[in-house]
């Protein structure tokens, strides 16, 4: 993909950002999960973050979408503070977790129509654009199942449906097809960039893989435990095959690819 006109201003700011955890594992100093972490994504960039497990991709996550505060530093997202102003955010930003994260007690259609249900939007018109994502998903005929009865795939197109039905300005993405089979996986990753680059929404997706970031990536962030940038890379200039290999180099893990 190549880079859209990024903003300097910055969608989404991470300024010195750090996030601590006190435990009785750790007593006699604070852990950092996230340290001294700064960047920036502009308007309608998509930006991927890859990192070894446990280097604090969640934790950054969970500071983006309001769940949790920083220790230190600041993070805006469309100006604003998540945390603070968690209500504003509700609506506004289509958050797709790593396990879909459905309501078990609402109905496919119901679990999509929740951001516009937020949004103030009346019932028949909810229905009817939850009922044309999930078709558009593939799910046209399950608009009445409950998330029991279908299976993780169809669980992770409708919580798709759902970040996408409010046609959100920005999208917070933290792996949410590595608990896919391979083929399911392919499929919606191209369904899901498909989607990004109509919508044009701001993003973060977080991933596992070297391939689904150099795919669906603008730009990607590499981080290295605490969560700080160890690698960066913007798409369409360095050949796809050099930022292979470096983010190797710096992930210093083979097994990554
Ligand atoms: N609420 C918490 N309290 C204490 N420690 C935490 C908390 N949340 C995360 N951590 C620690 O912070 C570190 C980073 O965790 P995080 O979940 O952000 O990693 P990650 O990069 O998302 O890993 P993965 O790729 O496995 O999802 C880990 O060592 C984790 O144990
Ligand atoms: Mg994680």
Request: with cysteine; net charge neutral; aromatic share 8%.
């Amino acid at each position: 993909m190549t880079q859209p006109e990024a903003t300097k201003a910055g969608e989404i700011v991470f300024d010195d950002v750090s996030k601590s955890f006190t435990s009785p594992e750790h007593r006699d100093s604070p852990f950092y999960a996230v340290r001294n972490l700064s960047f920036t994504v502009g308007r309608g960039e998509l930006v991927a973050v890859l990192g070894k497990t446990g280097c604090g991709k969640s934790t950054m996550f969970n500071l983006l979408a309001g769940l949790a505060r920083p220790s230190s530093g600041k993070v805006l997202v469309h100006g604003h503070d998540p945390y603070a102003e968690f209500a504003w955010f509700r609506g506004k930003v289509g958050i797709v977790f790593q396990n879909d994260r459905l309501m078990p007690w609402r109905t496919a259609i119901e679990n999509v129509a929740l951001g516009l249900e937020l949004n103030k939007v009346p019932s028949a018109e909810r229905l009817a654009i939850a009922a044309e994502w999930l078709a558009r998903l593939g799910l046209r005929g399950h608009e009445h199942d409950y998330p029991h009865a279908l299976s993780g795939g169809m669980r992770q197109r409708v919580s798709i449906a759902r970040a996408f039905s409010i046609k959100p300005d920005i999208l917070l993405c933290d792996e949410p097809f590595s608990a896919l089979d391979e083929v399911t996986g392919n499929a919606l990753r191209g369904e899901f960039r498909d989607l990004v680059r109509e919508t044009r929404a701001t993003g973060i997706f977080i991933t596992h893989s070297i391939g689904e970031a150099l795919t669906l990536g603008h730009r990607i962030l590499v981080f290295q435990r605490p969560a700080r940038i160890a690698y960066e890379a913007v798409l369409g200039g360095t050949p796809e095959d050099e930022i292979r290999a470096e983010i190797l180099r710096v992930m210093g893990d083979v097994e990554a690819a």
